[in-house]
């Protein structure tokens, strides 16, 4: 009987970077128009805080199609 191998450290590491799933911030936000936008706060936002990740308490996964 054999068993299956150890597993590789990039698939542990993969493994954990698709649990953590997008980084929070405007770029991955459903929020977020193509003009730059907030359509929840109807605003545009800094552009340091929108490249910053868990800035914003109101971020929503975008759809992905």
Known sequence: MSKK???????????AWMQ???P??????EHYA???MCDKF???PPEE?????G???S???EMPF
């Open 42 to 44: 109807h605003m545009e």
């Open 49 to 53: 805080f929108a490249a910053t990740p």
């Open 59 to 61: 971020w929503k996964p």
């Open 20 to 22: 953590a799933g997008p």
């Open 55 to 57: 800035q914003c308490t």
């Open 24 to 29: 929070k911030c405007c770029h991955t936000c």
């Open 5 to 15: 191998h150890e597993t590789p450290q990039f698939i542990k590491d993969y493994w």
């Open 34 to 36: 193509s003009d730059g």
